[in-house]
T-cell receptor, first 115, second 114 residues
């Protein structure tokens, strides 16, 4: 079945460092891909999305490119801030046969940014 | 900004007891989801509603879990009896339609079964 695999955390970086969180997926068909972020004590929020191959999603300085050839959707940011500390989830939409739009999530990667 | 409301925020119960969680989605959102998030893992879908109808409950342990959305607005998820392995965060999410891929999540209910 469809699945998402993320790099294990926690990831600890200094402020202004470059961030990469790896995400690979297994899917039949052409799913949409997402990054959600969960700040402490809050629900998940959509960070960015891409709906087809070679699309780049971007938001708040974060970027991810839908790479069908490598089945990847790695999250990047050029200069992280302390406020970016959170748990990041990669996800794909599992349309299946009923097109329910159900999301399948990776296990999450905790990012801690130190001043 | 409109939010998905969930209550209670925390619930502690003993095994074999019954527990219930409530969710009020964003007004006008037809699709409602209940996800379970075990510590250290990503959320997994338990049940999806379109209005008052269940469209996917394939991962819902139906011997002990039940969910309803009687008027197609708010929803209740029940566990009876609770087991130790049910300890997790229960997240509710909503979207405008079932093909709209942007989900809005509530803050969740953290369940601890002792």
């Amino acid at each position: 079945g469809n699945s998402v695999t993320q790099m294990e955390g926690p990831v600890t970086l200094s402020e202004e460092a470059f961030l990469t969180i790896n995400c690979t997926y297994t899917a039949t068909g052409y799913p949409s891909l997402f990054w959600y972020v969960q700040y402490p004590g809050e629900g998940l929020q959509l960070l960015l999305k891409a709906t087809k191959a070679d699309d780049k999603g971007s938001n708040k300085g974060f970027e991810a490119t839908y790479r069908k050839e490598t089945t990847s959707f790695h999250l990047e940011k050029g200069s992280v801030q302390v406020s970016d500390s959170a748990v990041y989830f990669c996800a794909l939409s599992d349309h299946g046969s009923s097109n329910t739009g159900k999301l399948i999530f990776g296990q999450g990667t905790t990012l801690q940014v130190k001043p | 900004e409109a939010e998905v409301a969930q209550s209670p925020r925390y619930k502690i119960t003993e095994k074999s007891q019954a527990v219930a969680f409530w969710c009020d989605p964003i007004s006008g959102h037809a699709t409602l989801y209940w996800y379970r998030q075990i510590l250290g893992q990503g959320p997994e879908l338990l049940v999806q509603f379109q209005d008052e109808s269940v469209v996917d409950d394939s991962q819902l342990p139906k011997d002990r879990f039940s969910a309803e959305r009687l008027k197609g607005v708010d929803s209740t998820l029940k566990i009876q009896p609770a087991e130790l392995g049910d300890s997790a965060m229960y997240l509710c999410a909503s979207s405008q339609t079932r093909t709209n891929e942007k989900l809005f999540f509530g803050s969740g209910t953290q369940l601890s079964v002792l």
